[in-house]
């Protein structure tokens, strides 16, 4: 995770702690790999500079990453859903991490 994200992480679990006495939730989402217009910008500008085509280059890094393949977008709004239904009514101060096992932890 790099110093960016920690930092958010870490300031929503403050925020969280004040949420509890004030009755908000609040939680962190960490997606991962996610295959969207900015990770294809990415992947376009990325490729040359390495030897390769866009399609070399997206292929390239699952494997490297550990994971099946990119996530989609629409699998993070489903997470998101999730967490302001009444099914997650009583998550909070949690970073909840979906990256198709790209980061190992239990």
Known sequence: MG???AAI??????????GITDGVQVNSVLPGPVMTGR????LEHWAPLHD???EEATA?????AGIA???EPDEI???????VSPGARWLTGSALRMDGGEVKSV
């Open 77 to 83: 709004a489903e997470l998101m859903a999730f967490l």
């Open 3 to 5: 110093t960016i994200n």
């Open 52 to 54: 390769m085509t866009v």
């Open 69 to 71: 393949r990119y996530g």
């Open 39 to 42: 990770r294809r910008s990415y």
């Open 9 to 18: 992480v870490a300031l929503a679990k403050a925020f969280s702690d004040r």
């Open 60 to 64: 390239k890094f699952p494997q490297d």
